[in-house]
């Protein structure tokens, strides 16, 4: 095998190009042997192995070192011997590429800082006082017309109200008005909430006064009552003193001007 002398990569005998980095392979030995018998690499210089060997003799015996020569085998037609590199090649070589520094030689001074930037700060006068601005009557008229806009906001008319007694033994009363009132748990949807009844849908029922009361329920999952009875329409005439149930909470409706209320009609 050919080892080339480049990247140390094995190569065929019959190659004459290395296959990893394409150098050159005529010139590189395939065997390579020390005079002493010892396999050696033939890119080496030294056989490391009689190195040893000698300088244990020469730590045994305190004799100064003997270098032992390089043979290369020479069996093949382009087999090319290589001399033995001495002590201190390494060092020529060396100084040969990069001469050596003079020891007295000044070091080489650093460079001088960047000159500093100086920046110049400029201070604009400060801007005479604004006299105050007289008090406008535009927020007060804003004012007066939010007052006037909210106390003009229509307000429905309590025409009746829900007592139960299902929650709080003093009883809880809530007011019916003019139009449709939601029964439920739902604050933000219904006029007429009652949190405590887990029983009730978000909006569960609702009572309707236009020119009577009607009572309707709006598919909820507990249903409404009407004296008992389940509500399965959707408006349906609400009675004076009418019991109502929705969800798990009892009513009791009672008119608040029962007198004053047109005949019966239309529902809604």
């Not at 890119?43 to 490391?48: A, G, K, L, R, S």
């Not at 300088?55 to 004799?63: D, N, V």
Request: proline share 13%; with cysteine; net charge neutral.
């Amino acid at each position: 095998m050919k080892t080339c002398p480049q990247c140390q990569t094995l190569n065929p005998p019959q190659a004459n190009f290395c296959t990893a980095c394409r150098a050159p392979l005529n010139h590189v030995p395939t065997h390579a042997y020390c005079e002493r018998g010892h396999a050696i690499d033939p890119n080496w210089t030294e056989c490391y192995q009689c190195k040893a060997e000698r300088q244990e003799a020469e730590h045994a015996a305190g004799a100064a070192p003997v270098r032992t020569p390089t043979v290369i085998d020479q069996s093949g037609p382009d087999r090319v011997s290589r001399p033995t590199v001495m002590e201190g090649s390494i060092r020529i070589q060396r100084d040969a590429i990069e001469p050596p520094r003079s020891a007295t030689a000044p070091p080489t001074p650093p460079p001088p800082p960047p000159e500093p930037v100086r920046r110049v700060t400029q201070f604009a006068a400060a801007a005479p006082p604004q006299p105050p601005a007289a008090p406008s009557a535009a927020p007060v008229a804003a004012a007066a017309s939010t007052t006037g806009a909210a106390e003009k906001k229509p307000v429905r008319r309590i025409v009746g109200v829900l007592i139960t007694y299902t929650w709080r033994p003093e009883g809880q009363i809530f007011p019916i008005r003019e139009g449709r009132n939601l029964i439920g748990r739902n604050p933000d949807k219904c006029d007429i909430v009652v949190s405590e009844d887990a029983h009730l849908s978000e909006v569960n029922s609702h009572i309707t006064f236009r020119r009577s009361f009607t009572v309707g329920d709006m598919v909820s999952m507990s249903g409404t009552d009407l004296n008992g009875a389940p509500v399965e329409e959707t408006y349906v005439k609400l009675p004076n003193y009418a019991t109502i149930r929705t969800g798990a909470t009892t009513w009791t409706f009672i008119e608040t001007q029962p007198e004053k209320n047109l005949p019966e009609g239309a529902g809604a």
